[in-house]
C-alpha cells in the first residue's frame, strides 16, 4: 500500500512527525512517500534544516520558493510525481493551498482517498459567501480531516464532514525532548528569573502589547521577573527599537534559536507568555513549554487555549487587547512561590502527556484505515469541477 503526504514544506516541527510516522507505517508494511513542493523560502526560511536526506523524502522544486512558483508548474510536476507513484491514500494540507488544491484534483480526477489535514477554525478567516460555497464543494470531494482536537468539530461540521470523517492530533512536539531534564543543557547567559515568550516576529504575535503590559507590571512590583522574547522576523528591529525607547534594561531579546538552544530557556524560565491577537490557529510553543514543566499564560486567541488550559491549574488566558488584563495576571503570578509555579507546571505536563507523537500516528493512522474501509463520499459531478478549476494559492502562516 502506498501512502503520500504532500504540502508547501515540512520544516520546524515536521520532520519528527513524519519520520516517526514513516517507522510506524513501514511496520505495518505500508509506504510512505512525503513530498514537499518547494525546497527555499517559507514562514521558518530562518531554520535551515529542512528535512531529512533519504529516499523516501522528496522536494519537487528544491532550489524554488513557493511564491516563485505558479499554480499551472506546480500541477504538472506534482502530477508527475503522483502518476509515478499511484498512491492509495493522498494526504495533503490544506485546500487553501497548493498542495491540498492539487491534491484533491488529483484525487477526483483518479477516484483516490484523500485526508486534508489542516488547524484553522472557521473563525479565522473572513471569507463572502461566493468563496464558502465553493470551499464547501471542494470538501466533499475530501474523505477525511485530520485536525487538532473536538474543538475544531463544529468548523468541520459546518463544511459538510460527519463525525465518524473528523480525526484528531496533528499539532504535536517532541515532549520526550522538551522535557529532558538531563540532558546537557548549553550554557547561556540568561537573568537569574525570566518570564519567556518564543515567537516569529510578526504583527500577529503581539510584542508591543505584551512589552507593554510587562512594562506596567514591572511599575507596579518590587524585584519583577525579566522578559525574554525569542525569535526573528520582519519586526524584529522595530521590536528591539522599542525596548531601547522604553528604558526596558530587564527586556532581552535573542534571535531564533535551534531547538538544542531553546531547551535551555524554557528549562530555566518561570513561566511562558504567548500574546498572540489573531489567527494563531494551535501555537505549537505552548506544547513545548509545556512539557517543559513551565505555567503558560495565553491570548484567547491562540488556537490551543481551550484545549490546552486549564485555568489556574497550569495557566490563565486574557485578552490580546487588553492590556489590563494579562498585566493583571503578571502580578498575580508575581505573588506565587516557587514551589505554586512548579506545581503548575506539574499540571502543564500531566496535560500534555496526552499530547505526544503516539496521538498523531494513531489518529492519522485511523484516518488512512477509516478511507480505505469506507466508500464514504459526498463527491458530486458539481463538486468535482469546482475541484478541478481550484488552483489554491501561497499562503504564508
Request: proline residues 3%.
Given at each position: 500500500m502506498n501512502i503520500v503526504i504532500i504540502h508547501t514544506d515540512f520544516r520546524i516541527y515536521w520532520p519528527f512527525r513524519l519520520v516517526n510516522f514513516?517507522?510506524?507505517?513501514?511496520?505495518?508494511?505500508?509506504?510512505?512517500?512525503?513530498?514537499?513542493?518547494?525546497?527555499?523560502?517559507?514562514?521558518?526560511?530562518?531554520?535551515?534544516?529542512?528535512n531529512p536526506t533519504n529516499d523516501y523524502w522528496m522536494i519537487l522544486f528544491p532550489d524554488k520558493k513557493i511564491e516563485d512558483l505558479d499554480s499551472s508548474t506546480i500541477k504538472k510536476r506534482m502530477f508527475d510525481k503522483l502518476d509515478e507513484i499511484k498512491p492509495d491514500v493522498i494526504i495533503a494540507g490544506a485546500i487553501a493551498f497548493?498542495?491540498?488544491?492539487?491534491?484533491?484534483?488529483?484525487?477526483?480526477?483518479?477516484?483516490?482517498k484523500l485526508i486534508i489535514f489542516d488547524d484553522a477554525k472557521l473563525e479565522n478567516v473572513k471569507r463572502n459567501?461566493?468563496?464558502?460555497r465553493i470551499k464547501k464543494n471542494i470538501y466533499k470531494n475530501v474523505n477525511a480531516?485530520?485536525?487538532?482536537?473536538?474543538?475544531?468539530?463544529?468548523?468541520?461540521?459546518?463544511?459538510?464532514?460527519?463525525?465518524?470523517?473528523?480525526?484528531?492530533?496533528?499539532?504535536?512536539?517532541?515532549?520526550?525532548?522538551?522535557?529532558?531534564?538531563?540532558?546537557?543543557?548549553?550554557?547561556?547567559?540568561l537573568p537569574e528569573k525570566f518570564i519567556l515568550s518564543v515567537g516569529r516576529m510578526i504583527p500577529k504575535k503581539n510584542y508591543f502589547y505584551l512589552i507593554a503590559a510587562y512594562k506596567e507590571y514591572i511599575s507596579k512590583t518590587e524585584n519583577p521577573l525579566a522578559l525574554v522574547i525569542v525569535g526573528d522576523g520582519p519586526e524584529k528591529n522595530k521590536i528591539n527599537e522599542f525596548i531601547k525607547n522604553e528604558g526596558l534594561d530587564s527586556v532581552?531579546?535573542?534571535?531564533?534559536?535551534?531547538?538544542?538552544?531553546?531547551?535551555?530557556?524554557?528549562?530555566k524560565a518561570s513561566y511562558f507568555v504567548l500574546a498572540s491577537k489573531y489567527i494563531e490557529t494551535w501555537g505549537l510553543v505552548v506544547n513545548e513549554a509545556m512539557a517543559a514543566g513551565l505555567p503558560v499564560l495565553l491570548s484567547n486567541k491562540v488556537g490551543c487555549s481551550t484545549t490546552l488550559i486549564v485555568e489556574g491549574k497550569n495557566g490563565y488566558l486574557f485578552s490580546p487587547t487588553n492590556q489590563n488584563e494579562l498585566t493583571d495576571i503578571l502580578i498575580k503570578l508575581h505573588s506565587f512561590t516557587d514551589h505554586q509555579l512548579q506545581e503548575m507546571g506539574k499540571y502543564s505536563k500531566k496535560v500534555i502527556e496526552n499530547w505526544d507523537i503516539n496521538r498523531f500516528n494513531s489518529g492519522l493512522y485511523d484516518a488512512i484505515?477509516?478511507?480505505?474501509?469506507?466508500?464514504?463520499?459526498?463527491?458530486?459531478?458539481?463538486?468535482?469541477?469546482?475541484?478541478?478549476?481550484?488552483?489554491g494559492r501561497y499562503r504564508p502562516v
Open positions: 514513516y517507522n510506524f507505517l513501514e511496520k505495518k508494511k505500508i509506504k510512505l512517500t512525503v513530498i514537499e513542493i518547494a525546497g527555499m523560502g517559507s514562514p521558518y526560511s530562518f531554520n535551515k534544516s529542512n497548493f498542495s491540498g488544491a492539487i491534491a484533491t484534483n488529483w484525487a477526483v480526477k483518479n477516484n483516490k459567501f461566493i468563496v464558502d480531516i485530520f485536525c487538532p482536537a473536538p474543538d475544531w468539530d463544529n468548523t468541520f461540521k459546518y463544511f459538510g464532514f460527519e463525525n465518524e470523517q473528523i480525526f484528531y492530533g496533528v499539532n504535536v512536539v517532541d515532549n520526550n525532548f522538551w522535557a529532558n531534564k538531563s540532558a546537557d543543557f548549553i550554557e547561556i547567559e532581552y531579546s535573542f534571535p531564533f534559536q535551534s531547538q538544542e538552544r531553546l531547551r535551555t530557556f524554557y528549562y484505515k477509516f478511507v480505505l474501509n469506507n466508500n464514504f463520499s459526498n463527491r458530486t459531478f458539481v463538486s468535482r469541477n469546482i475541484a478541478k478549476l481550484w488552483k
